[in-house]
């Protein structure tokens, strides 16, 4: 089984090297309902380096769900030995490696720039 296989429908696939060599895998599911028929869940997937982790983010609606998953790889990345040694990157940057990251500590000033 690859690991596609295990996130249904991913609409997220982002490779991170470790060293220059690509080691590391981000997989992020397209958000599906849950059976409540009102809570939203994305699963995500991070596997190939120091660090796996496999587990789903809830929000009120799609959009929530993969937006905070998008929020949560950096946080988890992170957390990662190959991070900590600044060997990872993704396209040759370092963290947050293309994923989003702080818009809810920046100031709503500069949000209107």
């Known amino acids: 089984m690859t ?3 295990d996130i249904a429908d991913p609409i997220v696939s982002a490779t991170l090297d470790v060293d220059g060599t690509p080691t590391g895998r981000v997989l992020i599911g397209r958000p599906v309902v849950e059976d409540d028929g009102i ?4 699963e ?3 596997d ?3 660090e ?8 009120v ?8 998953t998008l929020e949560l790889m950096p946080v988890l990345l992170e957390q990662t030995r190959e991070a ?24 709503p000033a ?3 720039a």
């Open 44 to 46: 995500y997937r991070i």
């Open 52 to 59: 796996a982790f496999r587990h789903h983010v809830c929000g």
């Open 61 to 68: 609606d799609a959009l929530q769900a993969l937006v905070l």
């Open 48 to 50: 190939g380096l120091s």
């Open 84 to 107: 900590h040694q600044g060997r990872l990157t993704w396209h040759d940057q370092g963290a947050p490696w293309g994923f989003p990251s702080g818009l809810y500590g920046t100031p």
């Open 39 to 42: 809570t939203w869940r994305c």
């Open 110 to 112: 500069m949000l209107d």
């Open 3 to 5: 690991a596609q296989d």
